[in-house]
């Protein structure tokens, strides 16, 4: 985001700011400021829209909800400038160079001709004059090609430079979309592929459909075994979905030990049977401790499945697809359940 206040207009905002700053539960720092700045600056919609939103009630804003604000409304709209600006410029070299090339190559082709037309006028008796300023021509027209080349060298060098610079820009996306602990995709991520999924549906299409899963019981193997333990058991659990999704499907970590799968082109039938594939995997799996090697009880999880209803937001499918989720968890844990069925697999 570009600023342009003056000095006077800043002081004027910071004024402002920090009021508002210090009724809050985040800390004065930085990201804070930044989030502050924009929204009484009235520069940025987007993020007036959610404070406003958020803080309706009377609510404060912690450090979580600020961060996540300054990522979504600040950090994020660099990053995808910057992309938008790698993508384009990248472009506009390609088109220079194409046209570098094309004049190398006319320039080349009128550099023959003059080689051929000295050579033809060697045989006149009066050609000398004309001889002599052909050849200065013909002087003139290599050194344009000598400095069409070095252009075009300068521009592949450019070229290859920002394609380097487009390379980083998409791994630092992809990375802040990726949970580290699991290597799966992570709740923002999620987000963004249903949003980009039920953008594209089509009436009468079958799904998408949502797997969302949940580790049975898993305070007790923090309690009893330590959350280094409880980190492998969630690695586990992420690696067995990530070996049953393929093509479109994302498997992503929802937040803590709960998972979801997005299925976008699987009906109800097909997601429950990879709920229920996957409900046999973790029941039949063993994990060791570290420390020991030793076989601890059972993983279990429990499965909401839900396909999409044509016309539902985005949270309402996730919505129905967790309250599944818990008629499992109430049903005795350890199975699958259907959205909007009482009965449980």
């Known amino acids: 985001m570009e600023y342009h206040e003056s000095p006077a207009q800043s002081a004027e905002i910071l004024r402002l700011a920090l009021p508002l700053m210090s009724r ?5 720092h930085p990201i804070s400021y930044a989030v502050w700045y924009e929204y009484v600056a009235g520069i940025n919609p987007g993020i007036k829209a959610a404070i406003d939103e958020l803080t ?18 600040i950090a994020e709209i660099d990053e995808r400038a910057a992309q938008q600006v790698a993508v384009g ?3 506009v070299l390609e088109d220079m160079s194409l046209s570098a090339a094309q004049a190398g190559d006319d320039a080349h082709r009128f550099g023959n001709a003059l080689v051929q037309l000295t050579e033809e006028l060697d045989g006149f008796p009066d050609g000398r ?3 002599s300023g052909v050849i200065k021509l013909l002087a003139d027209t290599r050194g344009m090609q000598s400095s069409i080349t070095q252009l075009n060298e300068r521009l592949d060098d450019s070229r290859r430079e920002i394609e380097r610079l487009r390379q980083e820009v998409h791994r630092a996306r992809e990375d802040a979309l990726q949970d580290a602990l699991t290597g799966l995709t992570n709740r923002k991520g999620f987000d963004l592929a249903l949003a980009a999924c039920l953008a594209k549906n089509e009436p009468g299409s079958t799904g998408p459909s949502l797997l969302l899963t949940d580790i049975d019981h ?19 659990i992420a690696k067995i979905l990530k070996d049953n999704v393929k093509g479109k499907d994302t498997a992503a970590r929802y937040g803590g030990e709960e998972f979801v799968i997005l299925l ?14 996957i409900r046999q995997m973790v029941e039949a799996s063993r994990v060791k401790r ?7 009880a059972r993983v279990t999880v429990s499965l909401g499945v839900a396909c999409y209803r044509a016309g539902e937001s985005a949270s309402e499918f996730v919505e129905r697809a967790d309250r599944a989720l818990y008629d499992s968890k109430n049903l005795g844990r350890n199975r699958v359940s259907l959205a909007d069925r009482t009965a449980a697999v």
């Open 24 to 28: 809050q539960a985040a800390a004065l």
């Open 56 to 73: 309706r009630d009377g609510s404060l804003l912690d450090e979580i909800a600020t961060t996540a604000l300054f990522r979504k409304y």
């Open 89 to 91: 410029f990248k472009r």
């Open 129 to 131: 004059q004309l001889d």
């Open 218 to 236: 898993f305070k007790r193997f923090n309690d009893s075994f330590g959350h280094l333990f409880g980190d492998k058991v969630i690695r586990a």
């Open 264 to 277: 976008p082109e699987t009906p109800l039938e097909g997601a429950r049977s990879l709920a229920e594939k």
């Open 290 to 296: 570290t420390d020991s090697n030793e076989t601890v």
